[in-house]
């Protein structure tokens, strides 16, 4: 059968978290450079479907071809690292250390952000015909996406700081789901599709996901978007980053760890009383 019973998956999350850490920095990078670009092009090609069939729902229901593809061939998002690797260390693996988790989050994060703004810069180009006219359709849509997810929050002061992380939180706990789901299946169609199911949720939700955003806001400025780096560092990436690492780590690694891996004893039944024989 392709099924991985849950004990046997929570080893192999563990077992993938340690082997990050130790990943040589060339390696850390690339995988996340990849990882970030595969993405920025799925959210940019779900944008395109939204605009050019008025249907946001489509364009949901194929946005998670990118999380696959990236999957599938061993790329590494944030969102996925925040989750995996703290486990290693949780587990006193040898050699896992605070410093080595810290270093592959930093190299995953520069590396998912060079690959989204990479994606950002060129479909940039695509939608002004080289920044030669004003953006299309498409272009236009990303650039007002960037202005109600920083200054959309700010005006709510706050209310919009707390909505925007739990919104990162409840991003990364199906992100992440998505990612253990597919530890889930030997085959190929059964990691797609048990990882096809929370990226859908998590997309059309408009949960806020740092390595997409990474893609969408400097699009957004580079389109126009009546916004500033500050606006999107302060309103957006940093509270999301946060949330992503409280949202992946606590709803989907710990709880995971904690029941499956650290299994507790099994509660014995209690002694049933002895039915009192009546006297003849």
Not at 26 to 54: E, H, Q, S, W
Not at 91 to 97: K, L, N
Not at 207 to 223: K, W
Request: aromatic share 12%; hydrophobic share 55%; proline share 5%.
């Amino acid at each position: 059968m392709s099924y991985v019973n849950p004990a046997d998956f929570a080893k192999k999350m563990i077992d993938a978290g340690e082997a990050k850490v130790f990943m040589s920095t060339k390696d850390t990078l690339i995988r996340a450079y990849m990882a970030g670009a595969i993405l920025a092009l799925a959210a940019a090609f779900a944008v395109t479907v939204t605009v050019n069939t008025g249907e946001p729902l489509l364009g949901a229901l194929l946005f998670p071809v990118g999380f696959c593809m990236l999957y599938l061939l061993g790329f590494d998002l944030l969102t996925g690292v925040f989750t995996l690797v703290p486990l290693a260390l949780i587990d006193r693996r040898p050699g896992v250390t605070v410093q080595g988790m810290l270093r592959n989050w930093g190299l995953v994060f520069a590396g998912n952000f060079a690959g989204a703004f990479t994606v950002a810069v060129f479909m940039a180009i695509i939608v002004t015909f080289g920044f030669s006219e004003a953006p299309n359709a498409v272009g236009e849509k990303i650039g007002h996406i960037g202005e109600g997810r920083t200054l959309g929050y700010a005006a709510h002061g706050a209310a919009g700081m707390l909505t925007l992380f739990i919104r990162a939180v409840m991003c990364n706990w199906m992100v992440s789901t998505g990612v253990v789901a597919a530890m889930m299946s030997t085959s190929v169609s059964g990691k797609v599709i048990a990882m096809w199911m929370p990226i859908l949720v998590f997309f059309y939700m408009g949960f806020e996901h740092s390595i997409v955003n990474m893609f969408l806001f400097p699009a957004g400025l580079l389109l126009g978007g009546q916004f500033t780096i500050a606006d999107y560092l302060l309103w957006n990436e940093i509270p999301t980053v946060l949330g992503n690492l409280v949202g992946g780590l606590t709803f989907v690694g710990a709880m995971i760890y904690a029941t499956h891996h650290k299994t507790s004893p099994r509660r014995e039944p209690e002694a049933a009383e002895p039915v009192p024989v009546a006297a003849e």
